[in-house]
């Protein structure tokens, strides 16, 4: 089991691993995505391992189903079951590009699709179609 200081949501057991820096917005960006369909996996710590050669995303335990609301509390969710990690997104990275390149992120020596952030408004919408469909380009 490999821990990540990360957040994670799941479309249709789809994985999305949020990373980024303190205060950058991954517990925001995972409210935001539940409002539209997403299920929490975890917040803040995202537990990682290799299962028949997929990266599978889980809670640790004491974090299951508890998601942090900056200035409201700590919020109950009805949590998802351990998924395969489907894409990842940095709120760390800038993206300058319009169309940017495709990118990826390892972990277990997996790759995963690497979104670049910062948080953005429309960042959550696009998230979730890219998570329910496919990147054409």
Known sequence: MHQIHATCVAFEGRGLVIIGPSGSGKSTLALQLMAVGAQLVADDRTDLRLSAGQLIAQAPRPLLGKIE????????????????????????LEEKDRLPQVRHREWLGIRVL??????????????RQLMLGRRLA
């Open 69 to 92: 609301a900056r200035g409201v509390g700590i919020l109950s969710a009805v949590p998802s079951a351990p998924v395969p990690v489907h894409a990842a997104v940095d709120l760390g």
């Open 114 to 127: 690497l979104v670049s952030g910062p948080y953005r408004p429309h960042l959550y919408a696009a998230l």
